[in-house]
């Protein structure tokens, strides 16, 4: 089977509860695009299926794989190669559709593999979204428990504000040598899903406008209760308290505020051809 070009492929990125499923959904439901389907692993993500880097579970997890070095891959790796290329491909193109121009890969990972990506697929699109470090950590703090009963692999909403951090500084200064990328916050998206989109159809030259109907806001209410009463209750005080002294300034730099959720700053729009 012939291998797809490189520009033909388009990567999403973002951290775990950030957006990036119904996103890479909706962005599949364009005729022209392809996401992975039938796969049989989790969300469909590519990750899953290829042998050539690290999965995110085995950095830790959700919420803790940006920690490791090992997750940060750029053009200097050593598993940037034609071979390790196809290989990846190999295990991809069986769930493509072939017929359509563009094919979809996402995967949480990809926010720090930006660079590695694009040498390995040169010419390739990339979509970051990001949302709410404390929503995501509230989040993906439940989400953990739900999937496991190890006490070990429990973690705080403070350490995965940290984590967070961690990941998006890194994709920060990674994102000057990131060719056709288009970044996106996924409060903008939910609030206007038509003038969200329009941007990611005019950088992946589509004739067409991306059908906004799988872009709704997940319930990030509860979330921002579940941070108020944190504020409010004995055993959270504290950790809310230190949340926002350690991580308060860092957090307004990606035009959020630490303490009131719904508070979202405008972004300028970042795109690159």
């Keep these: 089977m012939t291998s797809p070009a490189s520009n033909r492929l388009i990567f999403v990125a973002g951290l775990h509860r950030s957006g ?7 962005l599949a439901e364009h005729p022209s695009i392809s996401g992975l389907t039938g796969t049989g692993v989790k969300e469909d993500e590519g990750q899953h299926l290829q042998p050539v880097y690290p999965k995110a579970k085995l950095l830790g997890g959700p919420g803790r794989f940006a920690l490791d070095p090992r997750s940060h891959l750029t053009e200097t790796s050593a598993l940037v190669s034609p071979e390790n290329a196809q290989r990846i491909l190999d295990a991809w193109v069986p769930y493509w559709d072939l017929d359509r121009s563009l094919l979809l890969e996402k995967s949480p990972p990809n926010l720090v593999m930006g660079r590695f990506l694009q040498a390995m697929y ?11 470090p404390i929503i995501v950590a509230l989040s993906t703090v439940k989400w953990r428990r739900l999937l496991s009963r190890n006490w070990q692999n429990h973690t705080t909403v ?8 961690v990941a998006h500084d ?13 970044v996106l916050r996924y409060e903008d998206l939910v ?3 038509v003038g969200g989109l329009a941007p990611i159809q005019s950088l992946l030259g589509l004739a067409s406008a991306i059908p906004p109907g799988g872009i709704k806001d997940s319930h990030s209410q509860r979330y921002e209760e579940d ?4 504020s409010r209750s004995l055993l959270g005080r504290r950790q809310h308290r230190r949340i926002i002294d350690r991580f308060g300034a860092r957090i307004a730099t990606y035009g959020y505020d630490a303490q009131d959720l719904r508070a979202v700053a405008p972004m300028d729009p970042v795109e690159s051809s």
């Design 170 to 182: 890194t994709f920060r200064a990674d994102l000057p040598s990131l060719t056709r990328v288009r």
């Design 227 to 230: 941070w108020l009463r944190m």
């Design 158 to 165: 403070e350490e995965m504000v940290e984590h967070w951090l």
């Design 122 to 132: 040169p010419g390739s699109a990339y979509i970051a979204v990001m949302r709410h």
């Design 20 to 26: 990036t499923t119904p996103l890479s959904r909706t």
């Design 191 to 193: 609030a206007d899903p």
